[in-house]
Structure formats: C-alpha cells, structure tokens
C-alpha cells in the first residue's frame, strides 16, 4: 500500500484567502506530481518535481505555486483563491513507472 | 491536442460478464501505458500496466492488451463485479529524449456493474 498523505481532504474557504494543500510520502520517491482534476474530466498536470530544490509548471496553466525543500514534502500553495480554483487536487509521487496517488483534496472556493 | 484519448465516457455491463474499457494513443513514442481505478472523492489506484514492447499483461480478472499498429489499448475485467464500478483511466509515459517522464491521462471511463 502506498504512503502518500493529503491534508485536508476537504476545504471550503472564501476568496482571496491564502491556502496551502498538504503532500507528504514516505515512500523515498524522487518524483512528485500535483494534478487537477474536474468531474468527467482528464488529469491535468499543474506541477511537479524531480528532487529538491526542482520544480516545474506542467501542461495546465495554473496560479498556484509549490515548493520541495524536503525529498518527502511537496506542498501547493494558493495566494489568493477564487471561485475558478475549485477543483479536486491530487498529489502523486513516482520512483519508475507507476505513479501512487494521494486521497485528493476537494477544494470549494465561495 | 489529447494524446490519450478515451472516447467511451460510460460502460454498464452485467454482473458476471466481461467489461472492455478502450483508450487510444496519438504519442507512438510511450513507452508503458497504465489504468487506474478512481473512486469519487478518492485518488486514483494503480490497477495494471504495459510495456510497449508485449501485447499483452495479465493480473488476475484484468488484462491489458495493446496494439501498437493501432495505437490502441484496452483493459478487459473478467468476471465483473459490482465493486468494480468506479471511473477507470488510461495513462502513458514516455522515457524518450532522456526524458524522465510524466504519466498522461485520458478523461476516464466510468464503468457501472449491475447485479
């Protein structure tokens, strides 16, 4: 079973709040991956990282911004939220081939 | 432009019958292509992959099948179950150009078994 940790796994908070979305993994993996995703829709790459100190924008064009201070922790960080933010957030991280997913945040953005 | 293409947004199939979930590729340089399996308000798990060099992997009820002339794969679950109802989605990933590679997904099957 994978060890990779989301918090919180729900959010509802009001625009132009600043929110952070937690990922962490035990599992050593170098490679971690933030996508969106919206109902009946595809996974949409918004970040990701290769090793600390590395991070890259994906295919979505997104406001939000992460970090890898730490190979374990990968967070994604939201200035200021807006209604147009609200999605499902899915945190991945990856060694070879298979990528081992978090539980998600849902984040409602009124 | 979508490089992995799932063009069946919904299945229902029988309890006991054969479930066959199709996705095709325009990309021919994946390397291995992978479905998930997501539950609402889950993160997706990993179900089964493939190398682009077999056409075939089994695991159990679930096999893959790929057909690299048609740039087609397709996950058959087999006897299906009423808790295989989930959405299911193909990815790919490719390693070409010394690239590390980042999975890409389709926009998902959802699959419903009746009893």
């Known amino acids: 079973e994978a060890d990779i940790y989301q918090t919180p796994r729900y959010l509802v908070i009001g625009t132009g709040k600043k929110i952070t979305l937690e990922c962490s993994q035990t599992?050593?993996?170098?490679?971690m991956y933030w996508y969106q995703q919206d109902p009946g829709m595809e996974l949409h790459l918004i970040h990701y990282?290769?090793?600390?100190?590395?991070?890259e924008k994906g295919d979505l064009s997104s406001e939000s911004t992460v970090s890898r201070i730490r190979t374990e922790h990968f967070p994604l960080t939201l200035e200021s939220a807006r209604p147009s933010h609200t999605s499902q957030y899915l945190c991945?991280?990856?060694?070879?081939?298979?990528?081992?997913f978090g539980q998600g945040t849902r984040l409602t953005v009124v | 432009d979508q490089q992995v293409k799932q063009n069946s947004p919904s299945l229902s199939v029988q309890e006991g019958r054969i479930s066959i979930l199709n996705c095709d590729y325009t990309?021919?340089?994946?390397?291995?292509f992978l479905w998930y399996k997501k539950y609402p308000a889950e993160g997706p798990t990993f179900l089964i992959s493939?190398?682009?060099?077999?056409d075939k992997n089994e695991d159990g009820r679930f096999t893959v099948f790929l057909n690299k002339s048609a740039k087609h794969l397709s996950l058959h679950i087999v006897p299906s179950q009423p808790g295989d109802s989930a959405v299911y989605f193909c990815?790919?990933?490719?390693?070409?150009?010394?690239?590390?590679?980042?999975?890409?997904f389709g926009k998902g099957t959802k699959l419903s078994v009746k009893p």
């Open positions: 599992m050593g993996h170098d490679k």
């Open positions: 990309n021919s340089m994946f390397d291995y």
């Open positions: 991945a991280s990856r060694w070879s081939t298979e990528a081992f």
């Open positions: 990282s290769y090793g600390v100190n590395s991070t």
């Open positions: 493939i190398s682009s060099i077999k």
């Open positions: 990815a790919a990933i490719g390693f070409y150009g010394g690239s590390q590679g980042n999975l890409i």
